[in-house]
């Protein structure tokens, strides 16, 4: 884990340029990185590498870095913001040689993949929602789009956090019996990311797995 959060911050402070459209990425400018980016590297250093992973909003890909590395070879990330999806692309070619990764949309697309590893992590689609039912329904449409895959990887705002937000209103934060009513016939795991007033907000990142 520690070689490959060398790589990436060697490779961010030589594109200082990128931050200019996601400043968030300047927590890849030093290590140790994030709390869910060091979870998501141990969850997937103990799933087969044949599996094929599903990565929903990958931003400039320094989670998608984590497949690459670990030597995923069947790989579909999506991000609708075309200048994060065009970093994502050049970082994953420039590092890895991986062209056919990052797609510029969102998920599900047309012609969308199944997968046995879905990874949502360090996103949140606010715009797309506007209750808490709507948003809980969103991630579980997600996991279906993915054909019901044997992981999902979900990090989501919790409960704990709760200042006044316009930004991330309260509908979208999720309690661990939210998360259990979504995914009731599923074994799952839960670990604290960011933590109110330390951080921004408070964060939960779930590796759910069908039992």
Same mark, same amino acid.
């Given at each position: 884990m520690e070689e490959l959060e060398e790589l990436l911050k060697k490779y961010n402070l030589d594109h200082l340029e990128d931050?200019?459209?996601?400043?968030w990425s300047e927590q890849y400018c030093v290590t140790p990185f994030p709390k869910y980016w060091q979870i998501t590297y141990q969850i997937m250093s103990k799933i087969p590498s044949n599996k094929r992973v599903v990565e929903i909003g990958c931003?400039?890909?320094?989670?998608?870095?984590?497949?690459?590395?670990?030597?995923f070879s069947r790989v579909s990330s999506y991000e609708k913001a075309p200048l994060l999806a065009v970093n994502a692309k050049r970082?994953?070619?420039? !590092?890895?040689?991986?062209?056919? &990764?990052?797609?510029?949309?969102?998920?599900?697309?047309?012609?969308?993949?199944?997968?046995?590893? !879905?990874?949502?992590?360090?996103?949140?689609?606010?715009?797309l929602a506007d209750s808490k039912v709507g948003y809980k329904k969103i991630l579980k449409d997600y996991y279906k789009h993915a054909g019901n895959?044997? /992981?999902? &990887?979900?990090?989501?705002?919790?409960?704990?956090?709760?200042?006044?937000?316009?930004?991330?209103? #309260?509908? !979208?934060r999720l309690s661990h019996m939210d998360v259990?009513?979504?995914?009731?016939?599923?074994?799952?795991?839960?670990?604290?990311? /960011? #933590?109110?007033?330390?951080?921004? #907000?408070?964060?939960? !990142?779930?590796?759910?797995?069908? #039992?």
């Open positions: 931050l200019i459209v996601s400043p931003g400039q890909g320094d989670v998608t870095a984590i497949f690459c590395q670990l030597g970082r994953l070619n420039d !590092l890895f040689g991986r062209e056919d &990764i990052v797609s510029f949309g969102e998920y599900p697309a047309i012609c969308h993949t199944e997968c046995d590893v !879905l990874v949502l992590v360090n996103c949140v689609y606010d715009e895959p044997q /992981y999902f &990887i979900m990090e989501v705002i919790d409960n704990s956090y709760t200042i006044e937000d316009e930004v991330f209103p #309260k509908y !979208l259990e009513e979504m995914f009731p016939n599923c074994q799952i795991q839960s670990w604290q990311t /960011y #933590k109110y007033p330390q951080n921004k #907000k408070s964060k939960t !990142l779930y590796l759910i797995e069908k #039992k």
